[in-house]
């Protein structure tokens, strides 16, 4: 969202004066030289937090306390209005135990004052603990509904969805009142000049945009102070994140067209922008100037670079907030992305709290009234789940936005992808978030009790394999253990055998482990026998150099496999498993494997199942990196002449609309066919060849 902030008279320039110092401390850092001297809010990205555990909803509710409640609400039934409102339920120590809202109040009250109404425990519970009841009227349920949103966010009542971990956006501002605009990052009240730019997920979005406009538009970010005391360029110019306003390196008309073709850029016109500079760099190519070509390219570059960092850029979204909830052992994940003028700002995982009986659509329909409480609704808001006031949500935000807003759930198209990403997202948030709250070595010692280990594992190695099609075939080790990830003693291995069948996951897994075990298994001269040496080691507090735990991701046919490899190997102290994806390769219905044992299934919720999960998950991250470099440097010998289909005039469209091959490499499908004689079907192509999954 774009907002405007009004302007005071734009100064004219002024004289230079003498220089402080020719290197800023903060020429290069953006947390200090582009944040507004009017904001003081941290900007440290304070860690989204699970909630504290609720209490059990199976807890015993007094039968004597729960008529004096019920006597309670009939004592507010008799006095309360049939109009829209807000009531507030309070224990004897006067604290606000619920806050809700009604189209009709007393008739909202009267359901809970019925004796023998089959109500939840958690309701039962919440009546039993209640004293009075307070209530404020209003004028309509849409009144009634900010009104209660805003109560829940002050007052934090036990029994509502709470949302926690809430902060205000940062936003992107190109300042208005200095005749050299300046780029930086702000959050707060939008007071000073300028055009506002946002709202972005996080600070660290906001740096990494603005890093990228720099090095396209050559805006600057250092302070007015700074500014005018500058005698010749800081660094910034030097590196070309900077035109040189301050030494009028450049003249005034020429920094105010920078300064426009940024707006628009962060406007939503990027592709003009796009064809604008490709357009100069062609120009200048073609009177043999070279290196002006080349400042082009490199801005092309760093504008490729931005939408690239976004991940998607929707071709039919321009500008909405996309929300999908995602629960799992008692708690609640809410992933927000934020789209805005047809890119993506960025994403965020909150975590609410609210008691295990809540429904998904409950707790997103209370989230949602809390989160654009203090923050301007966009025109619409995307949904994974149906909630039961969406009409009245649209229409108190409509109210508040001064704009229609649409409040709905997809069902087929790119909308309804973009809900499934942000799905993912908040089961993979929440997921590691479930795996973070168990400390690391409490998650060791349940997988002694889980798998039966001897001990408990002071060193864990997992291995995966990559590949497409037999082609630039690498394996990778990761490892952990009670400190968590032990990046230092990760290992890739380049597959070497030549007489592999191509695809062949045993040979290539058997090729890794034996040139892994076999270095361990011949000892520096000097050193006692491997088998001694690993049993010495195991005893030790040092990190092991010898696995206690070796995790393969496969089922019983690769268990089997490894088995064998290391009985040939003469390996008896290593325990072994395999991790097998659960139908459909649905996280949390993973089958386990160990030899000599049934398969092993646990719960979806067990610490130890998520624990696993991110073992293999860090493996496969690993391995997929590594055999990505290794397709990438083959891509870059070749060229794109590889690709089918693509001849001299469509590489050089290709070209001149993102600059290089690089960020050929990172463009989307929908940005790849944005290029002008590049079809769908092309684009889909030259995406594939990028990006081909590899086994």
């Not at 807000?86 to 006067?94: D, E, H, I, S």
């Not at 660094?235 to 301050?246: F, M, S, T, V, W």
């Not at 019983?556 to 088995?563: K, S």
Request: aromatic share 6%; glycine share 8%; proline share 6%.
């Amino acid at each position: 969202m774009v907002h405007d902030s009004p302007e005071r008279p734009t100064p004219a320039p002024k004289p230079r004066r003498g220089s402080k110092s020719d290197l800023p401390q903060d020429d290069l850092t953006l947390d200090t030289s582009d944040v507004d001297p009017e904001t003081s809010a941290a900007e440290e990205e304070d860690e989204a937090r699970l909630p504290d555990a609720s209490d059990d909803a199976t807890e015993a509710v007094a039968e004597g306390t729960l008529s004096v409640g019920h006597a309670a609400i009939e004592n507010a039934v008799r006095l309360a209005p049939t109009s829209p409102g807000v009531y507030r339920m309070l224990n004897a120590a006067n604290d606000v135990l619920y806050v809700g809202k009604a189209k009709n109040v007393k008739k909202r009250l009267s359901s809970y004052a019925r004796a023998n109404a089959p109500l939840p425990a958690r309701i039962l519970r919440m009546i039993a603990a209640t004293t009075h009841v307070e209530i404020v009227s209003t004028t309509t349920e849409t009144e009634a509904l900010l009104l209660e949103a805003n109560l829940i966010k002050q007052l934090r009542p036990r029994f509502n969805v709470q949302l926690r971990d809430d902060k205000s956006f940062p936003y992107i501002l190109i300042s208005g009142d200095h005749w050299a605009p300046q780029i930086l990052k702000h959050r707060g009240a939008q007071s000073r000049p300028g055009r506002y730019f946002g709202p972005f997920a996080n600070a660290g979005a906001v740096n990494r945009t603005i890093t990228a406009l720099q090095r396209a538009f050559l805006i600057r970010s250092c302070t007015d102070g700074f500014f005018e005391s500058r005698t010749r360029p800081c660094l910034l110019y030097q590196i070309k994140r900077c035109a040189g306003p301050c030494t009028r390196e450049i003249d005034f008309p020429g920094y105010s067209e920078l300064v426009r073709e940024a707006t628009e850029f962060l406007s939503g016109r990027s592709r003009a922008v796009k064809e604008l500079l490709a357009a100069e760099m062609e120009k200048a190519s073609g009177e043999l100037e070279f290196e002006t070509a080349a400042l082009y390219r490199d801005r092309l570059a760093a504008l490729s670079a931005i939408q690239s960092q976004q991940g998607i850029n929707p071709r039919t979204v321009e500008e909405a907030d996309v929300f999908a909830i995602h629960q799992e052992g008692g708690y609640s994940c809410v992933e927000v992305f934020f789209f805005r003028t047809g890119q993506n700002w960025g994403n965020r995982a909150y975590f609410p709290r609210a008691e295990k009986s809540f429904t998904p659509e409950e707790v997103l329909s209370s989230f949602l009234a809390q989160f654009y409480d203090d923050k301007p609704p966009p025109k619409l808001i995307l949904l994974s789940h149906e909630i039961e006031e969406s009409a009245l949500l649209a229409d108190a935000l409509s109210v508040k936005a001064g704009s229609k807003v649409e409040v709905s759930v997809p069902k087929r198209g790119e909308k309804k992808e973009l809900i499934g990403h942000a799905l993912t997202n908040a089961r993979e948030a929440l997921g590691r978030k479930l795996a973070d709250t168990a400390t690391q070595s409490r998650l060791l010692e349940g997988m002694v009790t889980t798998l039966g280990l001897p001990h408990t594992p002071k060193r864990i190695e997992v291995y995966d394999n990559s590949h497409i099609q037999g082609t630039n075939a690498v394996g990778a080790m990761i490892v952990a253990g009670p400190d968590g990830f032990m990046k230092n003693q990760y290992r890739k291995f380049n597959i070497k055998s030549e007489g592999l069948t191509p695809g062949d996951d045993y040979g290539m897994m058997r090729e890794v482990l034996e040139r892994r075990f076999k270095r361990l298994l011949k000892p520096p001269e000097g050193e006692a026998a491997a088998k001694d040496g690993a049993k010495t080691r195991a005893d030790d507090d040092s990190f092991p150099q010898w696995p206690d735990l070796v995790i393969i991701d496969g089922g019983r046919g690769q268990l089997n496999a490894v088995r064998d490899i290391f009985q040939n190997l003469g390996l008896t102290q290593v325990s072994l498993m395999a991790v097998a994806k659960g139908p459909e390769r649905d996280a949390g219905r993973e089958t386990l494997f160990m030899p000599d044992r049934e398969a092993i299934k646990l719960e979806p919720r067990d610490p130890v199942l998520y624990f696993i999960q991110r073992l293999r998950d860090e493996a496969h991250r690993f391995v997929i990196g590594s055999h990505r470099k290794l397709r990438k440097k083959d891509i870059r010998e070749a060229g794109l002449q590889e690709i089918p289909g693509i001849g001299p005039s469509r590489k050089r469209a290709l070209l001149h609309h993102f600059g290089t091959l690089k960020e050929i490499e990172r463009a989307s499908i929908a940005d790849l066919g944005k290029v002008p004689g590049v079809s769908a079907e092309s684009a889909r192509k030259i995406f594939e060849f990028f990006h081909a999954q590899p086994g």
